[in-house]
C-alpha cells in the first residue's frame, strides 16, 4: 500500500492483538477496541505448537512468549486406569522451535497488548461499533462511546459470537454446536508434570497442561446435549462428578479430581464451531480468527490461527497491489490451510466421544496406543506446511 493504513480492529483478544502488532509494524495505523473492560478471559492457558510460534516470531513476539511460556514436547496418552499407551510428540526442532509452548491466556493477553502499544497502537477498552457504514474509500465507524472514526480497513477479530460478522455476514453462519463441551479449571501442579497427559475415559477425555512447575490447568472434554445452565456455585463440583463419571472410580487422577473440587474459576464451554465460506470480506470490512473460523480445540489450534491470519494479512497488504488483491490473495492462502485444520478438529473431537461403551472404549484404547501417534504426526505436518 502507498499510503499508511488506517486500520480499526474489533476484538483485542489473542487474534486482535496479535494482528495490530503485525499490522503496526508494516507501518499501518491501527485502533484497536474491545468491549470488555479488561483483559479476563475464560478458560486458564492454551498453547501455541510451531505454526503459532512461527507466526509469533514475524511479529517479534516470539522471544517473550519463550521467556514467559512453558515448553511442552509432546502428550503423554494413558488408559482411565493410568496405564501408558503412547507419546505423541508436537513436532521436531524445526526451525530451532520447541514443538509446543503453553502459557496462561491472561498473560499473553497481558504481553501481546503491550507489544501492540510499544509498537502504536492504541487500544480502548469497554468500547464497541455501534455502526459501521462504507463507501469505496472509507469505513466510517460510530462507536459506543458516542465518538466517529473513518478508516481503510475494519477487522473484526470479535470471536465466535462476532458482532460483526452477524451485522455484514448474515445470521446464517452463527455459531453451530458440535456436541462437545470442554470444562476447564486451574489446579496446583502436584505431579510437577513437564508435559501435558491425557487420560482417556469412557466417552471424553481429562487432559492436564502444565502451566509451570506449580500450576497447570485441566480441560474435560465430554459428549453433552443442548445447553444446559448450571449453576455457578456447583460447577466445581459438577466438574469433578463429570470426570469421575468418565475415568468410572479409577484412582489415577484422584488427586487432581479432589483439587477440581476446590477450584474457584471453573469455566465451561460448550463447542460450538464457525464456518464462513469464501470470501472473509465485504468491501473495507473483514472478519478473522474465530469471528470467521471457530473450530473445536482438538489441534490446538484456534489462536495459531487467528494469528497467522493477521500475519498473511499484513504480507499481502505491504505488496504493492490493490486493497481487494491484498484481500484475495490472503483468501487464496487462508482458505485451504484454515479448512484443513477446521475439518480435522471436528474428526478428532468425534473419534474421542465414541468410546462410551467398554467395546467402543477398548477400541479407543487399541487406537490412542498403536495408531494415533501416526495422525498425529499428520496434524504435525498440516501445521508445519507454511502459510
Ligand atoms: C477449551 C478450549 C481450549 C483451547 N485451546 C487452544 C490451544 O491450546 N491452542 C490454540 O491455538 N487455540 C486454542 N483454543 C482456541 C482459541 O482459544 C481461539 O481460537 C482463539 O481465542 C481465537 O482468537 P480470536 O482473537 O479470534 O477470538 P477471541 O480470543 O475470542 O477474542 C475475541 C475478542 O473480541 C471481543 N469482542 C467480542 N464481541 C465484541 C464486540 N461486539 N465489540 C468489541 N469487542 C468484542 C471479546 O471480548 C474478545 O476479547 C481453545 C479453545 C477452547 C474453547
Known sequence: MA????????????????????????????????VKPDNSVAGVGFGLRINGLRA?????????FLELGHPAPGIDNYDAD???????????QDEGLPGCVTMARVAFLEMAAQHALDLGCTIRMSTTVTELTQDDSTV??????????EYDLVLGFDGINSQIRHDHFGQKYAPRPVGGVAWRAALPNRRKLMQPIICQGYGGKIMLTPLSEDTMYMVLTVAEDGRPRYDTAQMAEIMHDRAGALTRGS???ADALEDVRHSENVAYTPYSTVWVPYPWFRGRVMIMGDAAHAMTPYLGSGAAM??????????????DQSLVDAQLNVMKRRLPRVRAVHDRSIESMLEEFDSVT?????????????DEPIANEYANRLLRMPY
Open 56 to 64: 509469533l516470531r514475524e511479529i517479534g513476539l516470539l522471544e517473550k
Open 140 to 149: 466510517s465507524a460510530t462507536f459506543s462511546t458516542g465518538d466517529r472514526g
Open 251 to 253: 484412582e489415577f487422577l
Open 358 to 370: 467398554p467395546e467402543t472404549y477398548r477400541d479407543r484404547v487399541e487406537y490412542l496406543r498403536r
Open 306 to 319: 487467528s494469528i497467522e491470519d493477521g500475519v498473511v494479512l499484513a504480507q499481502e497488504l505491504a505488496k
Open 3 to 34: 499510503e499508511p493504513m488506517k486500520i480499526l480492529i474489533v476484538g483485542a483478544g489473542i487474534g486482535g492483538l496479535t494482528t495490530a502488532s503485525a499490522l503496526a509494524r508494516i507501518g499501518a495505523h491501527v485502533d484497536v477496541i474491545d
Open 82 to 92: 493410568g496405564n501408558f499407551l503412547s507419546n505423541m510428540s508436537y513436532g521436531t
